[in-house]
């Protein structure tokens, strides 16, 4: 990892190639939200790791799009609660 980001991987690149619409989104929502670490992590499946004050949550989806979807739904500037942990 490189300030807090995971590098993209070889097999993340091929999943992003899918989905090049994404990937300025995917910087979007890194540079709104660099607590949250956002990869492949070498499992096929994009994952995003937000910090917790007792941990961290932890959320997958086969698509980086579904992925980003689920985190603006649980980020998003219109929400007024602090991360809930469901998902």
Sequence with gaps: ?????????????????????????????????????????????????IPEPDGEHVISRYTLRELLDKLDELTGEYRSQPFSGQD
């Design 1 to 49: 990892m490189n300030g807090g980001q995971a590098k993209i991987s070889r097999a993340a690149l091929r999943l992003v190639r899918e989905e090049p619409g994404q990937v300025l989104r995917l910087q979007a929502f890194r540079a709104a939200h660099p607590e949250v670490i956002i990869g492949d992590f070498g499992f096929g499946v994009w994952q995003a790791r």
